[in-house]
Every structure is written in C-alpha cells, then in structure tokens.
C-alpha cells in the first residue's frame, strides 16, 4: 500500500547508543523521523523532541460528558419522563443516583481515552512494514522519512554507523 | 543505604526476556498443562449441565427458600467478584505507588480479574430466575410505558458498577497485552500464528511517539481503575448495607467488604502464581520468592484488616443497644451456624498469622496451604453475611435454614471449572508476563559492575 514512506534505518543493539543516536539524529535538523523500541525508553521523549501526550484532555472532557449523561439519565427517567413513587423516596433522588453517575464518568473516559489513543497512533493497521523483526524484542531503530528537511541517504548512513549502528538499510515505514 | 533486591534474577538479557516470556506460547503444551486443562473442561462441562438444569427447572434446585432468600448464587458471586479485585490493585493502585515489583505478576492478576468478573457476572444474571428476561436490567427505552429501571436501588448501581468494571478492567488488560503481542507476532515462524496475533497486535509499531501516548493512557487507565476498584465492592456491599436486616445494615460493610476482596484476591493470586512457577520454571527468574514474600505480607496485613471488622462489627452490635442487632451477631458465632462463623474466623483471621515468621512466608508449600485455607475462609464469609443474618427472621415462626442441595455444591464446585479453563487457555495463548514492562526494570537491584549488559 502506499501510505507508507520510504526511507533510511539505522539499527542498534544497545538501548543507551539509541537513546544518543536520537539526540543526534534531532540536533542534526532531522524532524519527522521515528525512533522504534521493544519498550518505553526513559528519556527517550526528550531525545527525540516529543510533547506531553494530550491525552488526558481527553480523559477530562470525556469524564464529565460521562457525569452529565449519567446525571441527565438518572434524573430524566426517574422524575420527568415516567415518575414512579419508590418508598415515598423523592423522584430526584439525588444521593442515590451518584453511583450511577460515577460508574459512567469512569466508563466514558476511560473507553474514549482508549479511542483517543487508537486515533494518535493510527491503528488498528493491518500488516505495517516491518523494518527488522527483532524491533520488538531486543534490537532498536531509527528511520529518516525521505521526505524530512536536509535527507541525504550517503550522509545520514554515515552519521548512524559513527553512532554504533549495527546496520543501515534502504526501507519504508 | 538499605540494598535492593533484583526484581528479575538470572542477569537476563533483551533477548532471554523475549525468549522467555514467549516460551510457553510457542511450545507445546507439557503433559501437566494438559492434564489440568482436561481435568478443568470437565469440570466446565459439568457446570454447564448444572447451570442448564437450574435455567431450565428453577432456581429452586438451589437451598434458597423462606426466609433464606439469598443463597450460593449470590455468596459465590460475592466471592468471585472480590477475587478479581487484587488484580486490579496489584495491575492499577501498585502502578500508581510506583511498585516496580508489580510488574511480573501484573498481567496474571489482571487475567485473573478479567475471568473472576466473568465467572461472578453470572451468578445475578441467574439468580434473577427468568435470565432470558435479564436484558430489563439496562434503561432502555421499552413498550412498558416505557417503564424505567429503579435507580434507587442497589441492585441496579451493582448492574453499572459489575458491567463497568468488567468493560474497563478488559480494556486494560487488553491494552497492556497489545506491544506483546506485537512481539509474538514478529517472532512467529508460521503464517497462521501472525495473522492472529498480527491482528491481536492491532499493528503496533512501538516509535517513541506511539510509546509517549501509550504510557499516559497506561496512566490514565490506571488512574481510573483506582477508584472504579473501590468503586465496585463498596456498591456490591450496599447491596447488604442499604437493606435494612439487621446484620446486613452497617456503615463499616464498604471498607469492610474492599478489605476482604483484596484479602481473598491476593490469596487467590499466591495460589495461582505458585502453580504457574511449578507449571513454567522459567518464569521462577522473573516471580522470585521476593515477590510471593511481599504478596503474603499483604495477605497477612489485609487478614488483620478483616479481624479488625469482625470484631468492631460484634463491638458496634452491644454498644449499639439494638437488641435485634445483637442477638443477630450472638447467634452469628454460637447458633446454628456457628461452625460456618467459627471456620471463617480461623481462616482469615488466625492461619494467615503464620506469615508473622520469614521462613514460613518465603515457603512455597506453607504459603500454597495457607492461601487455599484464605480462599475457603473468604467464602465463608460470605456465607456467613449473607445467610445467617437472613436464616432468623424477626418472627421466630420464620425462622428457618438454608436447604443446602447438591446444586449448591455444583454451582460453587463447577464455577472453578470455568474459571480454570480460562485461565489455563490464557497460559499458554497470551504471554502471562508483561514483556515490554519488565524489559524497563531488568537493572532493578544490579549495581554497575553486577549489571547485565
């Protein structure tokens, strides 16, 4: 398929010469590139540049949509829409209906959070382009798009073997 | 300065993590995994047989009757639901407090949540006699008027806060297996084995970028989940505690009742993890003994907990001057089913009291026993609340016993049969050990000469 962009990889063994390789590939100007690891490097956000995640506006957002629909729930079937005299409870019973209200706050920020998750790292993908196997395991990488300012393949590949690259190679991702 | 012990022994590297964890998933299954996967199907198939007898005959195959309303359907549910809540402590509250040691036992317990909710959700799905029918336990908008669900009511705050639970804790699960199964997809040798946990792995790559949202998610997950655990044994008390029975009527039954979850949960874990160790030898470099020691301190801790509850309840019920509140709790400990009380209290209360000593706590075997005898007191428990406080009725010409029939023993008996198979079926498809968690906290304990690079 052709989202995919073709590009250079450089692949590392030890998870200290990525996590400096990172900083280099940014302070040479590179920055689209990916850096790919079995696990959460520490310090590896700051390496490459990234921001905090935006995901917890998300959570927050979503949570109180979550409280107001449970809110709104409770209070629309017990006293508005068919009001049904419980034990001469009053119709809106608020204390009662905070349970309620709660689980759906924890339930719609939680599933949207997941979804928020799905849309920022594109997936589910059906069979993305592997750039070496032990990627998920005990090897990691770093891949330059083509397109990203100053891609120069007989450099960058340089540049990655003076950092400890195992291995350069031709790819797309 | 105090030293630490590595949390993973054997100085492994990225690769013998991988290889490890995976082992299980890619072998055959030993003659052991097979062997209790059969015993555990039949047991499952057993179950079936005896939940299909009580669907289509009545409820009233159970002992369930005036003035024992509430029988092993709801004790067991109770107990169930409470042994999934350990898994959430250890795989959320644990992440929180930033306890690296949770880390190889995390996604066992969580698998043991997932399927402990599983097993309890049936059990009110049943009790309520009519399960065909059970759909009216949601609001929808129906025929009926439409005639809304009782909001009020605790049973139906169990309804969102079980369907919840069960809905977030798997989402969790799930989330946490995704980089795994990424892993095992990439290290499969045939075509069938990736595209199914290609397709499990949703294509994740693991860049830095994907990693960043990923670990605010775990975050946020277990930010939730913290108080969603809580949450959920609190409500399945009020299902006692806002009835007004004597016995059942008590402000201590929320603390009272998440106690007693994380208490069985933890033995129900200690259980399963010392099987998985004998079942799995690798995994003994990553479950030390170091971790079945803290987990039986919690046990220990959690036990005295629930002693404590056991007696400020007896205390509150003769300061409080309620004779009605009194003899139930009297007759809780020297009537008719003092044996019940009396197996309850040794179980939780004195047996767990051995952890007191490092070498019984570090010992496989004691802590297996121990463990057993915490799960069966945990039951008892239940039982106890639940049936003693029902079995006297304010009337003495309803009072009354619970009619124990052999369908109670094929209820509680056969839902082990379902739980195991689940479980037994995750060992050896999913890794039973979090891989991408574990690879951060190898050098954990590991000075700079003993390190493993």
């Given at each position: 398929?052709?989202?995919?962009?073709?590009?250079?990889?450089?692949?590392?063994?030890?998870?200290?010469?990525?996590?400096?390789?990172?900083?280099?590939?940014?302070?040479?100007?590179?920055?689209?590139?990916?850096?790919?690891?079995?696990?959460?490097?520490?310090?590896?956000?700051?390496?490459?540049?990234?921001?905090?995640?935006?995901?917890?506006?998300?959570?927050?957002?979503?949570?109180?949509?979550?409280?107001?629909?449970?809110?709104?729930?409770?209070?629309?079937?017990?006293?508005?829409?068919?009001?049904?005299?419980?034990?001469?409870?009053?119709?809106?019973?608020?204390?009662?209906?905070?349970?309620?209200?709660?689980?759906?706050?924890?339930?719609?920020?939680?599933?949207?959070?997941?979804?928020?998750?799905?849309?920022?790292?594109?997936?589910?993908?059906?069979?993305?382009?592997?750039?070496?196997?032990?990627?998920?395991?005990?090897?990691?990488?770093?891949?330059?798009?083509?397109?990203?300012?100053?891609?120069?393949?007989?450099?960058?590949?340089?540049?990655?073997?003076?950092?400890?690259?195992?291995?350069?190679?031709?790819?797309?991702? | 300065?105090?030293?630490?012990?590595?949390?993973?022994?054997?100085?492994?590297?990225?690769?013998?993590?991988?290889?490890?964890?995976?082992?299980?998933?890619?072998?055959?299954?030993?003659?052991?995994?097979?062997?209790?996967?059969?015993?555990?199907?039949?047991?499952?198939?057993?179950?079936?047989?005896?939940?299909?007898?009580?669907?289509?005959?009545?409820?009233?195959?159970?002992?369930?009757?005036?003035?024992?309303?509430?029988?092993?359907?709801?004790?067991?549910?109770?107990?169930?639901?409470?042994?999934?809540?350990?898994?959430?402590?250890?795989?959320?509250?644990?992440?929180?407090?930033?306890?690296?040691?949770?880390?190889?036992?995390?996604?066992?317990?969580?698998?043991?949540?997932?399927?402990?909710?599983?097993?309890?959700?049936?059990?009110?799905?049943?009790?309520?006699?009519?399960?065909?029918?059970?759909?009216?336990?949601?609001?929808?908008?129906?025929?009926?008027?439409?005639?809304?669900?009782?909001?009020?009511?605790?049973?139906?705050?169990?309804?969102?806060?079980?369907?919840?639970?069960?809905?977030?804790?798997?989402?969790?699960?799930?989330?946490?297996?995704?980089?795994?199964?990424?892993?095992?997809?990439?290290?499969?040798?045939?075509?069938?084995?990736?595209?199914?946990?290609?397709?499990?792995?949703?294509?994740?790559?693991?860049?830095a970028r994907n990693w960043s949202?990923?670990?605010?998610?775990?975050?946020?997950?277990?930010?939730?989940?913290?108080?969603?655990?809580?949450?959920?044994?609190?409500?399945?008390?009020?299902?006692?505690?806002?009835?007004?029975?004597?016995?059942?009527?008590?402000?201590?039954?929320?603390?009272?009742?998440?106690?007693?979850?994380?208490?069985?949960?933890?033995?129900?874990?200690?259980t399963l993890m010392t099987l998985?160790?004998?079942?799995?030898?690798?995994?003994?470099?990553?479950?030390?003994?170091?971790?079945?020691?803290?987990?039986?301190?919690?046990?220990?801790?959690?036990?005295?907990?629930?002693?404590?509850?056991?007696?400020?309840?007896?205390?509150?019920?003769?300061?409080?001057?309620?004779?009605?509140?009194?003899?139930?709790?009297?007759?809780?400990?020297?009537?008719?089913?003092?044996?019940?009380?009396?197996?309850?209290?040794?179980?939780?209360?004195?047996?767990?009291?051995?952890?007191?000593?490092?070498?019984?706590?570090?010992?496989?075997?004691?802590?297996?026993?121990?463990?057993i005898f915490v799960n069966i007191?945990?039951?008892?428990?239940?039982?106890?609340?639940?049936?003693?406080?029902?079995?006297?009725?304010?009337?003495?010409?309803?009072?009354?016993?619970?009619?124990?029939?052999?369908?109670?023993?094929?209820?509680?008996?056969?839902?082990?049969?379902?739980?195991?198979?689940?479980?037994?079926?995750?060992?050896?498809?999913?890794?039973?050990?979090?891989?991408?968690?574990?690879?951060?906290?190898?050098?954990?304990?590991?000075?700079?000469?003993?390190?493993?690079?």
């Amino acid at each position: 398929m052709a989202q995919y962009t073709k590009g250079i990889a450089g692949i590392w063994t030890e998870e200290n010469l990525i996590l400096k390789a990172a900083y280099k590939t940014r302070e040479a100007g590179f920055t689209k590139f990916e850096a790919i690891s079995a696990y959460p490097i520490h310090g590896m956000e700051e390496a490459c540049g990234i921001k905090r995640s935006w995901l917890p506006y998300v959570t927050f957002v979503t949570g109180c949509v979550g409280l107001l629909a449970g809110l709104w729930l409770t209070w629309w079937t017990s006293a508005v829409d068919w009001a049904v005299n419980v034990g001469g409870k009053p119709f809106f019973s608020l204390p009662a209906f905070i349970p309620i209200m709660f689980e759906l706050t924890i339930l719609f920020a939680a599933l949207s959070t997941v979804a928020a998750l799905f849309y920022a790292c594109k997936i589910p993908r059906i069979d993305p382009p592997n750039i070496d196997p032990d990627l998920s395991s005990h090897k990691f990488a770093i891949f330059i798009p083509y397109n990203d300012t100053g891609y120069d393949e007989t450099k960058i590949e340089r540049m990655f073997k003076e950092l400890g690259a195992s291995e350069v190679k031709k790819t797309e991702f | 300065m105090m030293k630490r012990n590595p949390l993973v022994l054997g100085n492994k590297t990225l690769k013998d993590v991988s290889d490890d964890i995976c082992a299980p998933v890619e072998r055959f299954p030993s003659k052991g995994w097979m062997g209790m996967f059969l015993g555990a199907k039949t047991l499952l198939l057993f179950y079936i047989a005896i939940l299909a007898g009580v669907v289509g005959v009545g409820i009233g195959l159970l002992g369930v009757n005036s003035p024992v309303f509430w029988g092993t359907m709801i004790v067991t549910f109770v107990f169930w639901i409470g042994i999934g809540h350990a898994g959430t402590l250890i795989s959320a509250v644990l992440f929180l407090f930033r306890q690296k040691w949770r880390t190889s036992v995390a996604r066992t317990a969580e698998a043991m949540t997932v399927f402990a909710v599983m097993t309890a959700g049936i059990f009110p799905l049943l009790h309520t006699g009519r399960p065909w029918l059970d759909y009216w336990l949601f609001p929808y908008p129906n025929q009926r008027g439409p005639l809304w669900v009782n909001f009020r009511s605790p049973l139906l705050w169990d309804v969102f806060a079980v369907s919840t639970y069960a809905t977030v804790s798997m989402v969790f699960w799930y989330i946490g297996l995704v980089p795994d199964f990424a892993t095992i997809k990439d290290r499969a040798k045939n075509k069938l084995r990736r595209t199914i946990y290609g397709a499990l792995s949703l294509g994740w790559r693991g860049t830095a970028r994907n990693w960043s949202h990923y670990e605010m998610l775990y975050l946020i997950l277990a930010g939730l989940s913290t108080p969603l655990v809580l949450s959920v044994h609190t409500i399945v008390s009020f299902d006692f505690a806002v009835s007004n029975l004597p016995g059942w009527h008590t402000t201590i039954f929320p603390p009272y009742f998440v106690a007693g979850a994380i208490f069985s949960g933890f033995a129900m874990v200690v259980t399963l993890m010392t099987l998985v160790r004998i079942g799995f030898p690798e995994f003994k470099n990553y479950v030390t003994l170091d971790h079945m020691e803290v987990m039986n301190k919690i046990i220990m801790t959690t036990g005295m907990l629930v002693g404590y509850a056991y007696a400020s309840e007896f205390f509150i019920a003769w300061y409080s001057g309620n004779q009605y509140e009194r003899f139930v709790f009297v007759n809780r400990a020297f009537g008719p089913y003092g044996w019940a009380y009396w197996t309850m209290v040794s179980c939780n209360v004195l047996i767990p009291q051995l952890f007191w000593f490092k070498k019984l706590r570090r010992s496989i075997p004691v802590m297996f026993v121990v463990s057993i005898f915490v799960n069966i007191g945990m039951w008892f428990e239940r039982f106890v609340i639940t049936v003693t406080s029902l079995h006297r009725d304010f009337l003495p010409s309803s009072w009354g016993m619970y009619a124990w029939s052999w369908f109670d023993t094929g209820v509680l008996v056969g839902s082990f049969g379902m739980f195991l198979t689940l479980f037994l079926l995750y060992l050896r498809l999913f890794p039973a050990i979090s891989i991408a968690e574990i690879k951060p906290v190898l050098n954990v304990g590991y000075d700079d000469k003993g390190g493993h690079h």
